[in-house]
């Protein structure tokens, strides 16, 4: 699965919608007027016979440490650290349990690997939704 997939199948997970846009590395979302979001964008839009407002936000858990926490939160997924240098996290989906295993390798950035799990772990979660 590549990293947008993850990234698309993780926002629907969490009820945004993705536009199939990508900016600056980030998935660029529809805002529905009530989630609080960062980096919120406001678009004219014509749709032919009137123009409205059109509002976006870029959501990028891949990078983003505060995304990926509030990822982690919404679908209460568990993160633990075994081993020297492996992130393990779970979820509870409808059938069973999902588990994602990230060796980082000596050196590597424990950061990006455990957003990189979580990130792995909400798109397994929002695809066992559809």
């Given at each position: 699965?590549t ?17 199939g846009?990508?900016?600056?590395g980030g998935?660029v979302?529809?805002?529905?007027g009530?989630?609080?979001?960062r980096?919120l ?15 976006t ?5 891949r ?10 939160n919404?679908?209460r ?19 069973g349990?999902i ?8 050196g ?6 455990t ?10 979660f ?5």
């Open positions: 699965m990293e947008i997939q993850m990234l698309e199948l993780a926002a629907k997970a969490i009820g945004y919608k993705p536009t846009e990508m900016w600056m998935l979302c529809a805002w529905d009530k989630t609080q979001v980096n964008k406001q678009h004219m839009v014509d749709d032919g016979d009137k123009i409205r407002i059109s509002h936000f870029v959501w990028n858990p990078n983003d440490d505060g995304d990926s926490r509030r990822l982690q919404h679908l997924i568990g993160v633990e650290y075994e081993k020297l240098h492996t992130v393990v996290v779970w979820c509870q989906v409808v059938d349990w588990t994602e295993h990230c060796e980082d390798g000596m590597a950035d424990i950061d990006d690997k957003r990189l799990a979580v990130l792995r772990a909400a798109a397994e929002g695809k066992a939704m559809h």
